[in-house]
């Protein structure tokens, strides 16, 4: 996992107290292959420049807003200036920080859900075609080695056809009214103008709908959807339950829920075909399970020799010494990079290191409008997309 | 768990080869309480002859159909006839033998479910009312020690107001197209003449939906249902999911498939309510795991004295040593059994004893209906009823 | 599994209040192959004809005393007379209750250890050669069907040669001085004069040893064994630790305790060869998990299939509906039986309806004088040993 | 978690193809914290400044050798020199190395086991202290969160007083020769001459040991260990047993093996005391298990607000997305960092980010040579012992 030098990278967003933004950094850190090397962490310049000096940048690379960022990263020489900058504000800020770097030929790792509309999203496709730069959307679970194992084994017909697809992603940590309480991450992700029409569905439905699709390469036909906020004074949706027709004829069950107490991160899938299935759960990420009618549950553990090579390539750690999360963000952040040294040496990409694209965020912002659209029509709802690009 | 004396019982089904008969048969001799006296044990009159030799039956007591077995039976004295009857036909057949017996003044132990048309369902709860007879309809397990802890914690209000309830029963042992190739099981629970409207629904899904409701106390006020046979050829629904509104505001999503290879008998529930959260499964029944918001998982294990007294009273080993399917089977015909005897003393029944009852018949066999209308329909169709009696 | 008539049994020990003749006569009832006919409940007459009254014995056939039983029922023709005896007291009685039985010809089924001191164990085994009864002892987790399947595993050579074996049988319910608060059980388990020379070692260390040699075939060459007594004032071991030489070269490593706290009846055991491990515990009995260096660990499940017969042939289950320690106890019974009959009947006895003799019963009680002795030497010890018969 | 200003360290080892070298780069790197700044990777110059490009370091600080590095980082002004060094070669280099680089008033972080003999360990304790040098030692797993809680929550008495400790650590990966098929880890692993006088004590024991010993406290008094090399012609034992006992009466299991073909790295450990019991195992990590007799088992999970704050400070991300093992290995780094951060400032270090210490390291070495003589000894033998400072 090489490059022929370090990146250095800049942060929008990710300022004092954000969780998200912490997760980046370790994550862009970890293979010391990447560099922070300029934010525009806060819309609050104080705060902004507070985080710079805790994190010991210099100064000059800490600016007051992202069009300054943008602006003068682009001035600097090519050997000075960002490679590529990390968007990870709230929702809503996700566009215009993305087009402003783009549109200055800037690379873009950027947070989901990609955009909080659909004409935003499929803007995005469309700058990202014209510039020709890379944009990396952190889906992160689907660098998680045993979920590329999974899209493996699916891909080498290891299942059959695909017939049934379950994904869940409960959590429990919006079950009070935390919004009211202080919490900024609560708050933002249940505000309409920061998060956009959705919470449940636009933060973790959308993760879910990601990983599905990922594993088993299946596309919406039309879904019917049960929207529904139990805390009540809350703005968005807490928990969201679906039923799914795929193309092709597969079926499908997503239910992802902010309220579900006692559960934390739980986003794991089921996929069935007609010659054997797997099960894949986050919260223990190193396991693969497979199952046919034929013979013993099958096992697959993370870093052995019997893995497929995605798996492979995409693991650190020796069998038996767990990865997690930060390694699986890291992937993204990696395959990233080699696809921004790529673009940069005219070098052929690697195939094996994908990363969720500008299109997969469009497809997953339709998913997130057409889900509520069905919610409030409670019945099915025509649910094929194609995105620009 | 005693008895003033052992009680008798005749079988009606359960010949050679018949799964669920000898589970009724291990089951109600587990304890010693039960004793099986008489049999018709299948329509062919060779075989019945043949299964009750097997089981070193007096061949007076071995009948050539129900109906002579329940004539029969009525005319022997008080003190040799049976006590209660156990039908466990397919499906078709439980309300002609039902009827034949109750009319007689027997007792039933019915499978489930109860019969393939509300019309017959109800008038089962009506029969029973007027001859004033005990019926246990065998959703078996509603019988595990863990659930009845479940069900006394939901009533304690350990987990505050119901929200949301996911539960599941998938299987794969339909996956292929198993009826043209000699089952017995699979033939006739594929085949609309001995199921009736339901396969995947009726087997499973009516288990699903009863065990969230004896847990929870839901009732199902509207359902949308997405219905499908994925296996060519099939005459009857292999997998179903639905989505589930109860009274109340609660949600629900229940799916049950018996195309989903790798799965064996994977019934599972979560349940979450305002203050905290149960899962339980099946396979693995000796646990039950409480979540909350506030404090580290609790697991609750079978047999040990910080249980309720529901869960202890149907316990017979002691901790650590595992009970199963068996044990939870019999906790029906324990229940029953304590039911025949008080209805032959005249004693008060035992509040604790409790067991699914011809109402709760009449409730799966509207579910089944519904569910499968909803999925015709592609719409969410109002499912509230109410049983007779 | 079944026989050309029901067996009739008596047993000895198993009065009110006692745990394991209750599991006794439910693991005898379980199939309906079995009959309890008479009795000797407890030392104590009026208890015995309390115990009858309670089974609806007929009170004909409830004794006295062990010596009234073993007579009366020796003089009775031979189609009322019982086929065999189970032997249920505490240890102590074990010995002279058997001899009693044997010398009049009956069958026997005993609990473990089979006798407190090794001259009688011996004496048994001379006693059973002598009048070729049958001679069971109740090792109960060889009934395991997953047990049954690891044992042919190992025979068939999946594991390569054995390397090492590492088997717990922790329990916390003697933590504090139970003894002391009227636990009839932890009263005769910790009291010399009616458990013998060990409570940890001869109640559960034995059972962990005949598990590991039961699956793996291996002996006792020599062993180190640290024994301690942790609860103040208590007479017997109740923890003991111990490093263990097999013949032909495996190492192993045993222990057992009954001050484990939240330990319930965590009987575990992992086999290590050249080319593969097993592991299996009875908690969760239905799973087998294989694992070798060259694949994903396989899940063998009981119920299907792709499991040896011997495994198969002790299952009476569905997969996916869990069996437990009953129906492994009840296997016990089952094989007994049937070699109860065919030694009635002059029949080849089963190959595969096998169950621990009375030789297993000798090398147990030597294992036992021996760890005791190892612990209180603190040294290794010699432990090779070879019973009569 | 922050400091003054990052720092700069060095590392001698880790390179080409070295596997715990970059282990400890990503630990070092994944907070922001810590910078590589100058490395004597490999006793091969050519190989050194090979794995120094790879890193993108600057070439004047890749050295030929570790004396040199130690000469001439101490040359270096204060501002730019290495605040730190991490030794990452075999155990036999650790000694030599860490006495140049503290002789020169350098900081060091040391993989374990710490040195090959005991004069040496006991060297390096009176060097540290008179040096006055934070000396941090990589037993890397009492890193982890749950690690942390479990030392706590003995230290509060929620477990009574200790009794018994089972503490394993087993592996399969040389259950071959693989030190003949050209691995480097398993060629100086199993050699004496790099390794010193144990492969799997020496290597994993020391773990489990430490692990046993952060969490509880027990100082071992004696013990009775069985050696054993499985795979002929390795020169070093492959799989040890031991039985121990602790200062104060606790006794204690502990086992690790290198052959136990299919265990990956399945450190774990189970303390049971007076009044209740816990347990844990690294290939699952973000989990704590503590259960008693008087209530459901209680699951603790990493990132909740309810546990100890020891736990909390060394946690990154929120409950539900899992941490691992680098996340563990980290810890010691940034508890080290902040131990060298307070010896240039002159702060008071923080009790709560402690780490393993040269002591630590002693009491290792003394752990290890005592369990291969009483291996050896065939025997019980003296293990007590206080290192020096």
Redesign the interface.
């Known amino acids: 996992m090489?490059l022929t030098?370090?990146l250095r990278y800049g942060m929008v967003g990710g300022g004092p107290g954000a969780?998200i933004g912490?997760?980046h950094?370790?994550a862009a850190?970890?293979?010391?292959l990447i560099t922070?090397a300029a934010g525009a962490f806060s819309s609050n310049p104080a705060k902004s420049q507070q985080q710079g000096e805790?994190?010991?940048l210099d100064p000059a690379r800490v600016y007051d807003s992202y069009e300054e960022m943008a602006e003068r990263e682009a001035a600097l020489p090519e050997d000075e200036r960002i490679d590529f900058v990390s968007v990870v504000t709230p929702n809503f800020m996700h566009f215009p920080v993305a087009k402003a770097f783009i549109e200055r030929g800037f690379n873009v790792v950027c947070d989901k859900p990609m955009t909080t509309t659909l004409d935003e999203a499929e803007a995005l496709c469309r700058l990202v075609a014209r510039h020709g730069v890379v944009f990396a959307l952190t889906h992160n679970y689907t660098g998680y080695p045993m979920v590329k194992q999974a899209r493996a084994m699916v891909q080498n017909g290891d299942l059959g056809e695909m017939?049934?697809v379950?994904v869940?992603y409960p959590?429990?940590?919006l079950?009070t009214k935390l919004e009211d309480s202080g919490s900024k991450q609560a708050e933002w992700r249940t505000n309409p103008s920061k998060a956009g029409v959705s919470s449940a569905v636009g933060d973790i439905g959308s993760h879910a709908e990601n990983l599905a699709r990922y594993i088993t390469g299946l596309e919406i036909e039309s879904l019917?959807a049960?929207i529904?906020t139990?805390v009540p004074g809350r703005a968005l949706e807490d928990?969201a339950?679906?039923?799914i027709?795929y193309k092709g004829g597969a079926?499908g069950?997503l239910?992802c829920?902010q309220?579900?107490?006692?559960?934390?991160?739980?986003l794991n899938i089921?996929v069935?075909?007609?010659?054997?299935?797997l099960c894949w759960a986050?919260?223990?990420?190193?396991y693969l399970h497979?199952?046919?009618?034929?013979?013993?549950?099958?096992?697959?553990?993370r870093?052995?020799p019997?893995l497929t090579e995605a798996a492979q390539r995409h693991s650190?750690?020796?069998?038996?010494?767990?990865?997690?999360?930060?390694?699986a963000f890291a992937n993204i952040y990696v395959s990233a990079a080699h696809a921004v040294e790529a673009r940069r040496t005219g070098a052929e990409p690697d195939r094996l290191m994908d990363f969720p694209t500008v299109q997969d965020g469009a497809v997953g912002v339709h998913f997130i409008h057409t889900a509520i659209q069905s919610g409030k029509q409670?019945?099915?709802v025509d649910a094929s997309y194609e995105p620009p690009g």
Chains 1, 2, 3, 4 share one sequence.
């Not at 309220?259 to 739980?266: A, D, K, L």
């Not at 009618?293 to 099958?298: F, L, Q």
């Open positions: 090489s030098r370090k969780f912490e997760v950094r370790k850190a970890l293979d010391g922070l805790e994190l010991h017939r049934k379950v869940e959590q429990g940590w079950a019917c049960d529904h139990f928990d339950s679906m039923l027709h079926r069950l239910h829920s309220i579900s107490v006692g559960e934390e991160n739980n089921r069935y075909g007609t010659k054997g299935s986050q919260e223990n990420p190193n497979f199952r046919s009618g034929d013979g013993p549950e099958r096992v697959y553990k870093g052995n019997y650190r750690l020796p069998f038996g010494h767990p990865e997690a999360f930060l390694e409670r019945a099915w």
